[in-house]
C-alpha cells in the first residue's frame, strides 16, 4: 500500500479505531477464536467493541488458532484491518536453540542468523508476525537474570550478533517474506545495567558511557532494519525510557533514523506512576505518547484516551495519528493487508516445526555454544569405552533449555542418558542430588555409580527458571548440596569431569579447583544432550569462547575486559603488602577466574606473530594485521583470534582494550594458519565530551589473542599526513 492509501485509510478511521491500533491485548484476549472480556479487560472497562478494535496481541500462535482469530477478528473490524500477532520467539519457537549468550559464546554470527531464521519459519508457519527479539543488551552482571538472553559484555560481538539476528528473523530484503518475521530489539535502552543486578532496578550511567558502549548493539540492529524496538523498564538519564523524550525522540528516533514501530514493554506506561513520573494513568499515557511510544503492551493507559476521544487535544489527536500510522506502515510491510493470514498453513506448520534441518541448526549451534574452560592433562576427550558415572541435578532433570522457550516443551528432545548412551560404551546416570535438596540415598546412589565407572561426568548448575526475567541473585556460587556432592566425588580420586549448565556467569570457586575438565554450557537448547555427549567423545571438538568474564567472587563483580585503567593500575600480582595503593583488592586476585573470549581446543593451539603492515596511518586509511595460530598437536582444532585495540591519549579515558574483530578458524593438526585482519581506521572512533564520534591522531596499540587476557602487540600512530 502507498503511503497515500495508508493515509486515506487513516482519513476514514475514528480517533477511536486510530487510539485501538496502539493497544496490545495479551493472549487471554482471545479464546476459542473470540474476544473475550475477563480479569484485567473488565477491570480496565474495555468492552468487546474496543477489544476488536485492539492492533495487536501477543502470546498467541499455532495456524488453526491464528486463523480463527483473524477471521473472526476480520469480522468485527469495520475497516477490515487485520489483527498483528507478536510473541516472544527468543531463541526458537519449538525447536529450542541455544540461548542467545550461549550463541554469544560460538562467536559465529552467520550461526546466529541461521538460527533466527530457522526461529522465523517455524514460527510464520504459526502464525507470529512480530518477535520480541533480538535482546541487545550489554551485559555485565552475572547477578542479573537476564545476562541469559544478551550475547554478553562487549559492545562489538553484541552489535554483531544483533545484526545477525535482525537479519536472521526479517530475512535480506527489505521486507520480510511470509517464512519471516519482524524483529523487536529490545529493550531500548541500557536495561543490562541495574544497579547491584536487581531486576527492573534504576540504571545510573553516563551518556558518554551509555553512547560508547551500550548503544552501539541497538545501533547496529537499527541500521540492520529492525522493524520494531521495545522500550525498557528502567531508569536512565534519571527518567524511565518509556517516558524518556531524549532517548526515543532525540537519539532513536532522530539520530539513529528509526522510522519503525516503538513499543512499550509489559505494563511499562502504566509503571511511569510507581517510578513517580506521572500521577496517574493518563498522565502516564500522555508522557509515553510524547516520548513516542506507539505501542501500550498491556498496561491500558493508551485506553484511557478511548473514553475522552472526543476531548483529546490536537497535539494528542496528531500524536495518536503519527503512531497509528506506523502501526499500519508495519502490517502494510507484512502485507497483512493483501494477506490477512500471511503464512499459515497447518501443512507447512507440521512439517516446519521441529523439523530435520532445524534440530541440525540447533545441534550445531549447541555445539558450538560450549566452552571448554578446563582440560588438565588432556583427560578430554574420553574414548568411547570410557565407563561413565553421570551424575549431577542436570543429568536427571535435563533441563537443558533454558527461559523464554517459548513451545520448546513439544519438541522431541534427546535426554542426556540416551545421548552419552549413543557415544559411550557404559553409563550409570544417578543424579546424587537435586538442584538444592540433597538425599542421603540419592548421594549414596551417585557415590556408588562413581566408584564403579572410570570416569565422573558431573552435570550441575541452576535450573532454567532460576534464570531470565525476574531471576536476580545475590550468591552465584553453585549451591551448596551440589558442591557437597562434587567435593565427595573429587575425593574418590577419579578424574572428574564437571559440565556446568545455566543461564549466567557463576562463581565457580573450589568446583574449578577440583575439576579435571570443566565445560561451561551456557543453556544449550534441544539437541543439547547430543551437542554435550558428543564434545565429551571428541566427536566434535570445543570451539566456544566466554561471551563474558566469569568472576572470581560477587564481590568482584561488575569484572569486565574493556574497563578503563585507572591512575594507579594493578600491572603485575602482587604480594600480600606490597603497593597497597594501587586500584586492586586486598582479599582478591584483581583479574577474572576465566577471562572474556576464553575458551579451549583439544588441539594444542598457540598464537604467533603479531604483525602490522605499516607504523602511521592516515584517519581514511586501514591497518593489516596478521598473526598466526600454530596448531602444536595431532588433533585438528578451532579457535577465535580477537583483534582489540587501545588508544593510548585521548579526550576521555579510554579502555585498555576494545575488540575490533574476530575470526573463528580452523587449524589443521601440525599446521600452521595465518590469520589476517583489515583494520579500519573510522573503526577507532570513540565518543567525545561533545558527545559525537570521531577518530583522534596519535598512538594505537593493536592486540590480538584467543581470549582478552593473553595477547600479542604492536602500535601504530595515526596521523594527519602518512
Ligand atoms: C519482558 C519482555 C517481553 C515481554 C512480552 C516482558 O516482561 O521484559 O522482554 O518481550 O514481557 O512477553
Known sequence: MSEQKIEKLLDKMTITEQIGQLIQLSADAFQHGKAVISGPFVANHMSQEDMYNAGSVLGISGAKTVRDVQSDYLTHSRLHIPLLFMADVVHGYETIYPIPLALGATFNPELAKQTAAMAARESSAGGVHVTFAPMVDLVRDPRWGRVMESTGEDPYLNAVMAEAQVAGFQGDDDTPDQQHIAACVKHFAAYGAPEGGKEYNTVDISEWRFREQYLPAYEAAVKAKSLLVMTSFNTLFGVPATANQKLMRDILRRELDFHGVLISDWAAIAELIKHGVAGSLREAADKALSAGVDIDMMSFAYARYLAEAADLSPELTRLIRQSAKRVLVLKDTLGLFDDPFRGLNEEIEAKELSSSANRAVALKAAEESLVLLKNQGNVLPLSHSTRIALVGPVASSNDLLGSWSWKGENAPMPTLESAFRSEFASVLVASGTDYHAITKSKFNAAIAAARQQDVIVALVGLPSSESGESSSLTDLQLPAEQRQLLKALRDLNKPLIVVVVSG??????????????????????????????????????????????????????????????????????????????????????????????????????????????????????????????????????????????????????????????????????????????????????SVHLDMKRRVDLGEYQVMVGLDAANVLSTEFVVREVE
Not at 568 to 586: A, E, F, G, K, V
Not at 604 to 630: M, P
Request: with cysteine.
Open 504 to 685: 549466567r556467569p557463576h562463581v565457580l570457586g573450589e568446583v574449578n579447583d577440583w575439576a579435571d575438565g570443566l565445560i561451561y554450557a551456557l543453556f544449550p537448547g534441544t539437541m543439547g544432550a547430543p551437542a554435550i555427549a558428543k564434545l565429551l567423545s571428541g566427536a566434535v571438538s570445543p570451539s566456544g569462547h566466554l561471551p563474558m568474564s566469569l568472576p572470581r567472587s560477587v564481590g568482584q563483580i561488575p569484572v569486565y575486559y574493556n574497563h578503563f585503567n585507572t591512575g594507579r593500575p594493578l600491572t603485575y600480582t602482587p604480594t600480600d603488602d606490597q603497593d597497597r595503593y594501587l586500584s586492586r583488592y586486598i582479599d582478591s586476585p584483581d583479574t577474572p577466574l576465566y577471562p572474556f573470549g576464553f575458551g579451549l581446543s583439544y588441539a594444542d593451539l598457540v598464537l604467533t606473530g603479531c604483525q602490522i603492515d605499516r607504523d602511521t596511518v592516515t584517519k581514511d586509511g586501514q591497518v593489516r594485521v596478521t598473526a598466526t595460530v600454530e596448531n602444536r598437536s595431532e588433533v585438528p582444532g578451532t579457535t577465535v583470534v580477537q583483534l582489540y585495540t587501545r588508544q593510548m591519549v585521548g579526550e576521555t579515558v579510554q579502555p585498555v582494550q576494545v575488540q575490533r574483530a574476530f575470526k573463528k578458524v580452523a587449524v589443521p593438526a601440525n599446521q600452521s594458519l595465518k590469520v589476517e585482519f583489515v583494520l579500519s581506521v573510522a573503526q577507532l572512533a
